[in-house]
């Protein structure tokens, strides 16, 4: 079945990846109509979100961000054979470590220097975290999922609890976080839309970074070898350890100044749900592109344009806005089950071949 | 603290345990089978606010737990799917549909939040109920705290003690010796996953028509990713997960009977606080450094604590087998 289809297309399982995505994409039609509303409306009305004006293409672009920042670090995790789950938390840590240098700072230092150590703190305070699970894995043995998971949750709980408790905002404390900073304190945006330059260019020059270190560097090609086998990669003189705790700290400094720019150039303050899951979303948009650095600016916007038009879900339609996450979701899932059809029809075909030969 | 309260708390902890205790014990059946099936989280979700919704639609909280394993075994079934015959990696699988199935459970639950709907009826046992403190604890609730009884002590059995739970096991461990011994790793390896599946499904609907009736936003989120540690943290036996759910719900009941009486603490941390606890005892119980410890003891103490406490995984889990 396999041969005649190898004949046409240079890879005999790549019908297989395009049928998943269209039957993904049907099933995602058929969630739309099930509530009763178009598909095509819904898709066009969550492009105009997306794109229609200034203001909403500059959240698509401060969405972007986090997610680019994010993804760039699990790169490095998941070449090294790691799933880093604690980059939630990592970016929790962030924003807080952020917040902690505001605090500290903001009535003594003026404005740029508070907000530059704002943002080193969250790189350190993400690094520290990942390091923490890093110490786990490599020296307590702990799969680096569940430690992740774990931290996960600490982080959560030490947010909440200086919301509610030492960081609650004169008056009543709430879910809507800490008292929000002065407007020194606030990153500059793009006229008075939510993208910060700042923010994107940190973005941008970590993607480079990543991407240079990843194709032209020992460093990369080392990870990779220790990701394919850490074992053996001791052998061939390699410290494993060392490139795998290298991993997490550059995952956990990445998402944690993703935390801090979210506190400096969006929320302006910490909020308990700072990470807004995009931390997770970040671990789609890495697996989705295989792992490849390159993947991940045009995954993370189509991912941030999906988020942000989402947004009008519940305003023109009264539909969640989890439907950006359903699309996501099913896309990388069809996607993972694609690539599976298509290596077991390669692997037929050998066999086929094999027998005929 | 008086006896009274003291028999009151322990008894919320048994109820607040119970969806624990299905996920648990489902995760546990699936992984000595040799798969992870990390979609707990979402599939808890998705398959709360599909059982509370059939419930609520038909009026029969047997159709919402029979939609619920439903959904819960759908979901497991992907995973055996990708995992067993794609050969795909088990934890890629699970944290997408992790992921995928939490924003289907928001998405397609929007008609569903804070409406109300049909619950587990209380059934005290007869008898049973009025015999001094155990009956107040164990006796006094519904069937589906019995029932997680039950689930508990037949996955025991039947892992420990049955031929079925040898070759469970075997699967999980050896499959390639499983198979020359003419096991049919492929297919317990599906059912296996499937089973446990449904049992993490009908955890989600123990939530939405019994422990934490109704349905919300992201209404049970966090307890599925609690319930697999809880797995590993009961060293994938059964009795000890059951333990570790157990423990888990103490720390919840605390929460809830410290907050009415610890001032100043505001609400909300009592709600991550149970989390952020159980998650320190899995660290402290955990790990490598254990078993040095364990090693340092007493010999007749280190038979003891090391048939206890060191509980290495199966040794196939989250690997492909390749039947060829």
Redesign the interface.
């Known amino acids: 079945m396999a041969t005649p289809a190898s004949a046409k297309t240079p890879s005999p399982g790549a019908a297989y990846r395009v049928g998943a995505i269209v039957v993904g994409l049907i099933f995602i039609a058929g969630?739309v109509l099930?509530t009763g509303h178009s598909p095509i409306d819904v898709l066009v009305a969550m492009v105009k979100a997306a794109f229609g004006t200034e203001d909403q293409f500059a959240r698509v672009l401060a969405t972007l961000v986090p997610l680019t920042l994010c993804a760039c670090g699990l790169i490095f995790t998941f070449n090294a054979g790691l799933?880093n789950?604690g980059v939630e938390g990592q970016m929790i840590i962030g924003g807080i470590a952020a917040t902690l240098a505001l605090r500290l700072l903001q009535d003594s230092a003026p404005g740029p220097v508070a907000m530059a150590v704002a943002i080193l703190a969250g790189i350190a305070g993400g690094v520290v975290w990942a390091l923490l699970a890093g110490a786990?894995n490599v020296?307590?043995?702990?799969?680096e999922?569940?430690?992740g998971?774990?931290?996960n949750?600490?982080a959560?709980?030490l947010a909440?609890?200086l919301?509610?408790?030492p960081w609650?905002r004169p008056g009543v404390?709430s879910?809507s976080g800490t008292a929000p900073f002065p407007e020194t304190l606030w990153l500059p945006t793009i006229g008075k839309t939510e993208a910060s330059p700042v923010a994107l260019i940190a973005g941008l020059v970590v993607l480079v970074f990543t991407v240079i270190v990843m194709r032209n560097t020992y460093f990369g090609l080392r990870l990779r070898a220790v990701g394919l086998n850490p074992r053996s990669s001791t052998v061939q003189g390699i410290p494993a350890t060392r490139y795998l705790l290298s991993a997490f700290a550059l995952s956990g400094a990445m998402a944690g100044l993703a935390g801090g720019l979210q506190v400096l150039a969006i929320f302006h303050r910490l909020i308990?749900n700072i990470s807004s899951n995009l931390g997770?979303?970040s671990?789609?948009i890495v697996?989705l592109g295989n792992f490849n650095a390159l993947f991940v600016l045009p995954l993370a916007f189509f991912f941030s344009a999906l988020n942000v038009g989402s947004l009008t879900l519940p305003i023109q339609f009264q539909?969640?806005s989890?439907?950006?996450?359903?699309i996501?979701?099913?896309l990388?899932?069809a996607a993972?089950?694609g690539?599976?059809?298509s290596?077991?029809a390669r692997a037929r075909a050998r066999a086929a071949a094999v027998r005929k030969g | 603290m008086k006896l009274e309260e003291l028999v009151i708390l322990i008894a919320t902890a048994v109820a607040a345990a119970t969806p624990l205790v299905f996920a648990v014990i489902g995760e546990t059946i699936t992984e000595r089978a040799g798969i992870v099936n990390?979609s707990a989280d979402g599939t808890i979700l998705l398959a709360g606010m599909a059982g509370f919704g059939a419930a609520r639609a038909t009026d029969s909280i047997w159709v919402g737990f029979l939609a619920a394993a439903l959904v819960g075994a759908a979901v497991a079934a992907?995973v055996a799917?990708?995992a067993i015959?794609?050969?795909?990696s088990q934890?890629?699988?699970g944290?997408?549909?992790a992921?995928?199935?939490?924003?289907?459970s928001?998405?397609?639950g929007?008609p569903l939040v804070l409406q109300p709907g049909p619950q587990v009826p209380a059934l005290p046992i007869p008898g049973l109920a009025d015999v001094p403190i155990i009956g107040r604890i164990f006796f006094s609730s519904d069937g589906m705290v019995y029932a997680s009884y039950l689930v508990i002590g037949l996955a025991w059995l039947y892992l420990y003690r049955m031929r079925g739970g040898l070759a469970l096991r075997a699967v999980g461990e050896q499959p390639a010796a499983a198979f020359a011994r003419g096991v049919p790793v492929v297919r317990l390896r599906y059912l296996y996953t499937i089973l446990g599946g449904a049992l993490i499904g009908i955890a989600g609907a123990a939530f939405t028509l019994d422990m934490k009736t109704g349905w919300t936003y992201r209404h049970t989120a966090?307890y599925g990713?609690i319930a697999?540690?809880i797995v590993?943290f009961g060293g994938w036996n059964p009795l000890r997960g059951a333990m570790g759910a157990y423990l888990f719900g103490f720390l919840e009941a605390l929460a809830s009977f410290a907050q009415s009486r610890v001032p100043g603490?505001?609400t909300?941390?009592f709600?991550?606080?149970p989390?952020?606890l159980?998650?320190?005892v899995?660290?402290a119980t955990?790990?490598?450094?254990l078993t040095r410890l364990i090693q340092r003891a007493p010999p007749a103490l280190r038979r003891l604590l090391s048939a206890n406490l060191n509980a290495p995984a199966p040794a196939g889990l989250g690997k492909a087998f390749e039947q060829d």
Request: proline share 2%; charged share 5%; glycine share 10%.
């Open positions: 969630l099930l799933y789950l786990l020296f307590g043995r702990i799969s999922i569940f430690a998971l774990g931290l949750f600490v959560q709980g909440v609890y919301i509610f408790g609650k404390a879910m308990p997770f979303l671990l789609l697996m539909l969640e989890a439907l950006a996450g359903v996501q979701g099913v990388v899932l993972l089950i690539r599976g059809l290596q077991q | 990390l992907i799917y990708g015959t794609l050969k795909q934890i890629a699988i944290f997408i549909l992921l995928l199935c939490a924003d289907l928001s998405f397609l929007a966090g990713w697999l540690a590993i603490v505001p909300q941390v709600a991550v606080l989390f952020v159980m998650i320190l899995l660290a955990s790990g490598e450094w």
